[in-house]
């Protein structure tokens, strides 16, 4: 994937940048990336400048003095006006903003403005769609800095020998590597900048990629596979930390599963287990006479059949009560006589 346009570019003589020689090189400005090429038609950048350490910039002997936090770097071009206009680009893109000193024509200002613009609308662009600007990060990702980078890498040395993390200059990323040679471990970092769609590797011949992954891939096919990143580990042993009160020491315990239920016994030749009878059904409550008054008591009648009432007898036609009565009298003073005899 060939990396995005230039917003500016030309010949200039650098110094600075890996020693004190200067060279001609053909440089152009990719956002806050200063890339520098050994010709214009190259894609791949021989050196990498990250504006984001800019802390000034100064004009000294017909050049331009770039003093970045850790380094000092002079650019001269080929003309005065070329130089300013690399002056007005490099400090427009450092602070998002147009320098209000610049000895430039109207053109010239307009174009600084118009690349700020299409800066501002990268970055806006970006920040809108959140984790999709930059791919998935791959599995050696840690967020963790330089020092705590080459414990881990110290700590799980079977586990890999490259991590990738946050950049210490304050964007894009950082790779982390260490090897043991000769029974001494080397510790290397390198940086990785992100520009537009993509990343370079800042390193002696900087190479572009278009995903994380490929920048870790690149490290492993360098080293012919000496790198490998390095792997999150999962414990598959459940345990727990327990402290002892009185002597503070620290002991691992593992935890214990949770008991289980007890199997129903195995039945000879596959055969099912008998099926249980269901429970009996108990019998329905008899309503109350109070159940029932209040059941009576505005609610809707039970289906529930009723008792049938017992019958009474009539008396027979011409009979009036107490002549019954009067009968069952004698006849009973007979029984009694009867039975004194």
Not at 5 to 29: I, K, M, N, T
């Amino acid at each position: 994937m060939a990396p995005p346009p230039h917003c500016y570019e030309g010949f200039v003589e650098v110094r600075g940048l890996r020693d004190q020689s200067c060279r001609r090189r053909w440089a152009g400005l990719r956002g806050a990336t200063l890339c520098f090429y050994g010709a214009p038609r190259e894609q791949q950048p021989l050196e990498l400048l990250d504006l984001d350490e800019l802390v000034g910039v100064q004009k000294e002997g017909g050049a331009l003095v770039l003093q970045l936090r850790d380094q000092k770097v002079t650019l001269k071009a080929d003309s005065v006006q070329a130089q300013e206009m690399w002056r007005g680009f490099i400090l427009t893109m450092a602070k998002m903003e147009l320098p209000t000193d610049l000895e430039l024509l109207p053109g010239h200002l307009f174009q600084l403005s118009e690349a700020l613009r299409q800066e501002r609308e990268n970055r806006r662009r970006a920040r809108s769609v959140g984790t999709t600007a930059v791919p998935p990060l791959p599995s050696c990702f840690f967020d963790v800095s330089r020092a705590e980078a080459e414990r881990l890498l110290e700590r799980n040395a079977g586990g890999g020998s490259v991590v990738l993390r946050p950049g210490g200059h304050g964007q894009g990323f950082s790779i982390s590597t260490r090897q043991v040679l000769s029974g001494a471990a080397l510790l290397k970092h390198y940086r990785v900048l992100s520009v537009g769609d993509g990343f370079l590797v800042d390193v002696d011949t900087p190479h572009h990629c278009s995903s994380l992954d490929e920048v870790v891939q690149y490290f492993v096919k360098q080293s012919k596979g000496g790198l490998q990143p390095l792997q999150r580990e999962y414990s598959m042993r459940l345990e727990f930390v327990e402290a002892d009160a009185k002597s503070s020491e620290v002991t691992r315990r593992p935890c214990k599963p949770p008991p289980c239920p007890p199997r129903p016994p195995a039945h000879p030749h596959g055969a099912a287990p008998p099926a249980q009878a269901p429970p009996p059904l108990l019998p329905k409550p008899k309503a109350t006479p109070q159940h029932a008054v209040r059941e009576g008591a505005g609610s809707p009648p039970s289906s529930a059949p009723h008792p049938t009432p017992r019958r009474v007898p009539l008396l027979p036609h011409g009979h009036s009560a107490a002549d019954i009565t009067e009968e069952l009298a004698q006849k009973l003073m007979v029984r009694r006589a009867l039975n004194e005899d």
